[in-house]
C-alpha cells in the first residue's frame, strides 16, 4: 500500500507519529499485534481499509 501511495516509511512514520523502528517491526510482519488507534492512523493517512493492509497468518 505504501508502494501505491509512494510513500516511503520514513513519511509515513512522520504523518502517523510512530518511531520508524516501529513500522519497520509492522511491515516485516516482526509484530505479536498492532493497537487499533494504531491501525486506524495508518489507515487514514495510506487512505485504506484494515483488510487491505493485514494479512491473516496461522
Known amino acids: 500500500m505504501m508502494a501505491k501511495r509512494k510513500m516511503s516509511l520514513n513519511e509515513l512514520s512522520q504523518q502517523v ?3 520508524t523502528v516501529n513500522l519497520s517491526i509492522l511491515k516485516t510482519g516482526k509484530a505479536k499485534g498492532v493497537r487499533f488507534d494504531t491501525l486506524e492512523s495508518i489507515c487514514r493517512v495510506l ?3 484494515p483488510g487491505d493492509i493485514l494479512e ?3
Open 47 to 49: 487512505d485504506c481499509q
Open 17 to 19: 507519529g510512530l518511531t
Open 56 to 58: 491473516y497468518r496461522v
